[in-house]
């Protein structure tokens, strides 16, 4: 079989298309190759997502621990510690299990011209329910940088921006918000690659892999069983996910750039990759 | 464990609980917890000891050595630390087997791997096949061991060659100054005050080592992970204790387990930062 041939089969078994079954045997290098890369569809997907969704959850968060009142602080306090005190390996069980056990309801949404139905067993699958877990995480993570960032705006932009008549939502949104930003880019940057890493870990917690539509780590660990040899297809992932946190600095680096632009050249802050977090 | 225990289906309420949650099974649930401690009591030393390694091979004279320390500093960034506790034990597993099989039966000559298998005499089997139940325990648990410290050390590594560069330059040049040979800057220069610049970093990954032993479970140790999935499934009436899906509970016990771990840890180490910034010329050190 020619790779070009694995490549129509196989690029996108991991979304349920193409050749249904895996390859059992004789499995060559271009196999793996494609079949991997076809599971980082979900690593993307599930780190696109969560990121972007997680991204808004994340500021009202940072904003509601800085808040004076009870009602937004002590919530948003207590969700950060519990998503950043605990292991993700152990929200996804804890979540994953909880869903089981909530009543199966299909609940229908009317649009108008459609109507939408609505199934709370989506969530035992990993598309939704694993997805809602990384967002609830992501959040607390950046939740807790964007806080200290906010924490650190240069109390002198404040009042400059008092001074000229800013208040409420303008001096927020015009002032607070942009600093804090620039501020919290670069650990942010950081907290994007660690959270596309940590996609990683959905199809080895509870979410079950639904007729063998796995992430890229699924199938390299699918591969690594198969062929006995673990020394193939785990370079394999090391390889893409190196190629796609090159890319997320390439594309966080544009942003950092733009929030920088109105600076001095020597107070821009660069890019730095720091250490890994493992949730 | 209790003597009215005997028969559990005459049973109600809080009497039915207590002898539900002290069966040989859930005693072996706790004495996961006791491996969590223990894993995390080892894997932090082991931890250092690969950093340090690592750290001082980074800053080696010689350049093979130079570029594999930076190779092990820098491979943790780019790649998921899953991948590595999927890919270190099976890995190590094979390399120990195969060595042993070139000094054990050097009269074998057929190739150790053959298509998809992984072909060793079999006294060259990690752990021997006629070995008893814990030795393989034992031989798992190890193994997941040096997978935690050799990621661990890379993290560390990390930390520690940012420690020693953050030691200020002019502190050095004074010592070079008085004629101290590199090594002996290292050693009494370096050495002794990189620990302030280190410990953040260092209190950091504590946080992280705490929360990355669930992995045990994919090491395919008997863990809490483990044990939680087991005792909390669905148990039917042939069962003494039959009971309904529990597990998403046993893993809320291991959500406050974890989080009182952290908690606790936490602020030990906020103590000691405080402690140990009395004094210092940081802006943590004047509040004080």
Same mark, same amino acid.
């Given at each position: 079989?020619?790779?070009?041939?694995?490549?129509?089969?196989?690029?996108?078994?991991?979304?349920?298309?193409?050749?249904?079954?895996?390859?059992?045997?004789?499995?060559?290098?271009?196999?793996?190759?494609?079949?991997?890369?076809?599971?980082?569809?979900?690593?993307?997907?599930?780190?696109?997502?969560?990121?972007?969704?997680?991204?808004?959850?994340?500021?009202?968060?940072?904003?509601?621990?800085?808040?004076?009142?009870?009602?937004?602080?002590?919530?948003?306090?207590?969700?950060?510690?519990?998503?950043?005190?605990?292991?993700?390996?152990?929200?996804?069980?804890?979540?994953?299990?909880?869903?089981?056990?909530?009543?199966?309801?299909?609940?229908?949404?009317?649009?108008?011209?459609?109507?939408?139905?609505?199934?709370?067993?989506?969530?035992?699958?990993?598309?939704?329910?694993?997805?809602?877990?990384?967002?609830?995480?992501?959040?607390?993570?950046?939740?807790?940088?964007?806080?200290?960032?906010?924490?650190?705006?240069?109390?002198?932009?404040?009042?400059?921006?008092?001074?000229?008549?800013?208040?409420?939502?303008?001096?927020?949104?015009?002032?607070?918000?942009?600093?804090?930003?620039?501020?919290?880019?670069?650990?942010?940057?950081?907290?994007?690659?660690?959270?596309?890493?940590?996609?990683?870990?959905?199809?080895?917690?509870?979410?079950?892999?639904?007729?063998?539509?796995?992430?890229?780590?699924?199938?390299?660990?699918?591969?690594?069983?198969?062929?006995?040899?673990?020394?193939?297809?785990?370079?394999?992932?090391?390889?893409?996910?190196?190629?796609?946190?090159?890319?997320?600095?390439?594309?966080?680096?544009?942003?950092?750039?733009?929030?920088?632009?109105?600076?001095?050249?020597?107070?821009?802050?660069?890019?730095?990759?720091?250490?890994?977090?493992?949730? | 464990?209790?003597?009215?225990?005997?028969?559990?289906?005459?049973?109600?309420?809080?009497?039915?609980?207590?002898?539900?949650?002290?069966?040989?099974?859930?005693?072996?649930?706790?004495?996961?917890?006791?491996?969590?401690?223990?894993?995390?009591?080892?894997?932090?030393?082991?931890?250092?000891?690969?950093?340090?390694?690592?750290?001082?091979?980074?800053?080696?004279?010689?350049?093979?050595?130079?570029?594999?320390?930076?190779?092990?500093?820098?491979?943790?960034?780019?790649?998921?630390?899953?991948?590595?506790?999927?890919?270190?034990?099976?890995?190590?597993?094979?390399?120990?087997?195969? %060595?042993?099989?070139?000094?054990?039966?050097?009269?074998?000559?057929?190739?150790?791997?053959?298509?998809?298998?992984?072909?060793?005499?079999?006294?060259?089997?990690?752990?021997?096949?006629?070995?008893?139940?814990?030795?393989?325990?034992?031989?798992?648990?190890?193994?997941?061991?040096?997978?935690?410290?050799?990621?661990?050390?890379?993290?560390?590594?990390?930390?520690?060659?940012?420690?020693?560069?953050?030691?200020?330059?002019?502190? %050095?040049?004074?010592?070079?100054?008085?004629?101290?040979?590199?090594?002996?800057?290292?050693?009494?220069?370096?050495?002794?005050?990189?620990?302030?610049?280190?410990?953040?970093?260092?209190?950091?990954?504590?946080?992280?080592?705490?929360?990355?032993?669930?992995?045990?479970?994919?090491?395919?140790?008997?863990?809490?992970?483990?044990?939680?999935?087991?005792?909390?499934?669905?148990?039917?009436?042939?069962?003494?204790?039959?009971?309904?899906?529990?597990?998403?509970?046993?893993?809320?016990?291991?959500?406050?387990?974890?989080?009182?771990?952290?908690?606790?840890?936490?602020?030990?180490?906020?103590?000691?930062?405080?402690?140990?910034?009395?004094?210092?010329?940081?802006?943590?050190?004047?509040?004080?």
């Amino acid at each position: 079989m020619s790779c070009l041939q694995t490549i129509s089969d196989y690029s996108l078994r991991s979304l349920g298309y193409g050749e249904r079954l895996l390859p059992k045997a004789d499995i060559t290098l271009c196999e793996q190759f494609v079949l991997i890369g076809s599971g980082m569809i979900w690593n993307i997907y599930f780190g696109m997502f969560a990121l972007f969704f997680g991204f808004f959850f994340a500021t009202s968060l940072a904003l509601g621990k800085n808040s004076k009142f009870w009602l937004f602080n002590a919530p948003s306090r207590a969700f950060i510690f519990i998503f950043r005190g605990s292991p993700l390996f152990i929200q996804f069980f804890f979540a994953y299990d909880l869903f089981i056990i909530i009543p199966k309801l299909g609940m229908d949404i009317e649009l108008g011209f459609l109507t939408v139905t609505v199934e709370t067993r989506w969530l035992t699958k990993a598309w939704l329910g694993a997805l809602i877990v990384l967002f609830l995480n992501t959040s607390a993570y950046a939740a807790e940088i964007f806080y200290g960032a906010l924490r650190a705006v240069p109390s002198r932009d404040i009042e400059a921006a008092d001074s000229f008549g800013f208040s409420g939502m303008k001096k927020f949104r015009r002032i607070i918000w942009p600093t804090m930003m620039r501020l919290a880019w670069p650990s942010y940057t950081n907290e994007a690659i660690f959270l596309f890493h940590a996609t990683t870990l959905v199809f080895f917690t509870g979410f079950p892999a639904w007729r063998q539509k796995g992430d890229a780590i699924y199938y390299a660990s699918y591969f690594a069983e198969k062929t006995f040899n673990p020394f193939v297809p785990y370079p394999i992932v090391g390889f893409y996910f190196i190629l796609f946190t090159l890319l997320i600095i390439g594309i966080f680096s544009i942003v950092n750039k733009r929030l920088n632009r109105h600076l001095a050249p020597n107070d821009q802050s660069n890019l730095k990759i720091r250490l890994n977090l493992i949730r | 464990m209790f003597s009215y225990c005997a028969d559990p289906n005459s049973l109600e309420g809080l009497l039915w609980l207590s002898c539900y949650i002290t069966t040989p099974k859930h005693m072996s649930f706790y004495n996961s917890f006791l491996v969590v401690m223990l894993l995390i009591s080892l894997a932090a030393p082991l931890a250092m000891a690969f950093g340090f390694a690592g750290s001082i091979a980074s800053r080696s004279s010689i350049l093979l050595v130079r570029y594999l320390g930076k190779g092990y500093l820098a491979m943790i960034r780019g790649i998921p630390d899953i991948v590595f506790f999927l890919f270190i034990p099976i890995a190590l597993d094979q390399a120990f087997e195969y %060595l042993r099989h070139k000094v054990l039966c050097p009269e074998v000559t057929e190739a150790v791997r053959q298509g998809n298998d992984f072909v060793v005499c079999s006294v060259a089997k990690l752990p021997l096949s006629s070995a008893s139940e814990w030795v393989h325990d034992l031989y798992g648990f190890s193994l997941a061991l040096l997978a935690f410290g050799f990621v661990f050390g890379a993290f560390t590594g990390n930390v520690l060659s940012g420690a020693i560069a953050a030691v200020p330059k002019s502190q %050095l040049e004074t010592a070079e100054a008085y004629g101290f040979t590199p090594r002996q800057i290292f050693r009494r220069i370096t050495l002794p005050q990189m620990w302030v610049y280190a410990l953040p970093g260092l209190s950091n990954l504590w946080m992280i080592l705490i929360k990355a032993t669930p992995l045990l479970f994919l090491l395919g140790i008997e863990d809490i992970v483990y044990w939680a999935k087991e005792l909390g499934g669905i148990k039917t009436g042939v069962y003494d204790y039959p009971h309904p899906d529990w597990r998403a509970w046993y893993f809320a016990v291991l959500m406050i387990f974890y989080l009182t771990l952290t908690y606790v840890s936490q602020s030990v180490l906020d103590r000691l930062s405080n402690r140990l910034s009395i004094g210092q010329a940081t802006m943590a050190g004047k509040a004080n």
